[in-house]
């Protein structure tokens, strides 16, 4: 796990990533120079922070360093003809990272629909790069088993998978690493303490070395992105103490990764 690449997601900056708002975004290039001497191997870009960027912005998130290595969308993936696939495959093809990360939506889900955007977009991206599929609570393929299921019907998987190795049990991340290893290749770091709030995982340091202990065990070799941390939806929140907070997490997890 030493050569893992840890990642910043452009959406731990963002004070506005829950509300469709006119309000002014966080804008990634501005803190480019500190994520990279702080030692982020690349970005995890929220589609946002490219859609809605200015021409000067999107031109520096297409040479500037770190690197966009995965881009974030929400395009409705059980729609295949919403036109923000479109518009999805328009940024990949120009910022040509290594992963795509995805969602799909809540149950039962419509298997049909999002084979039917699977074969629209696989085609129409670039050669080195691969979709991802958020395994996240409250969808249809937050669960190995339905992960399983769906992809029975493809001799060759047409997605890999992203997993929340620190916000589930010790039992559901051994569960996942034993059905789906190979396809695990990123994670996001988030967890949640008292009143469902976000927390650091610097905060909690035994607990996050065993984790990762466990992950080194099972096999995982995936990439990072520091996903949410302290401070994530609360009232006071604001760039600066996202990013420290962030900081925090990234010495830590950096650390532990390098002595594995």
């Known amino acids: 796990m030493g050569t893992s690449e840890i990642l910043l997601g452009s959406i731990l900056l963002e004070r506005n990533r829950w509300r469709r708002t ?38 520096r998130l297409l040479h500037g360093r770190p690197p966009v290595r995965v881009f974030n969308t929400y395009a409705p993936f059980e729609n295949p003809g919403a036109p923000q696939l479109d518009r999805l495959v328009a940024a990949v093809r120009e910022l040509r990272p290594r992963g795509v990360k995805f969602n799909v939506g809540k149950p039962p889900g419509n298997p049909a629909a999002l084979r039917a955007t699977l074969d629209k977009v696989l ?8 979709l991802w599929c958020e395994c996240h ?15 029975a019907g493809y001799p060759d998987p047409p997605f890999d998978l992203i997993f929340h190795p620190f916000a589930l049990p010790e039992a559901s991340v051994t569960v996942w ?6 396809r695990l290749v990123h994670a996001h770091v988030q967890r949640r ?34 996903e949410f941390t302290a401070g994530t939806a609360t009232p006071e929140e604001n760039e600066e103490s996202l990013f420290a907070a962030a900081l925090a997490d990234l010495r830590l997890l950096r650390n ?5």
């Open 22 to 59: 006119e309000t002014p975004l966080c804008r990634p290039v501005a803190w480019a120079a500190r994520a990279r001497e702080a030692g982020f191997d690349g970005w995890e870009l929220w589609e946002d922070h490219y859609h809605r960027a200015d021409a000067e912005d999107r031109e």
């Open 123 to 130: 085609p129409e991206l670039p050669g080195n790069c691969r």
């Open 137 to 151: 609570g409250g969808t249809w393929l937050e669960t190995p088993g339905a992960v399983t299921e769906f992809l």
């Open 177 to 182: 690493m034993e059905q789906h290893g190979p």
């Open 193 to 226: 303490g008292p009143g469902d709030q976000w927390e650091s995982i610097a905060a909690h340091p035994d607990e996050t070395r065993t984790r990762l202990a466990l992950l080194r065990r099972l096999g995982y070799r995936g990439s990072f992105t520091l």
């Open 256 to 260: 532990v990764v390098a002595a594995s």
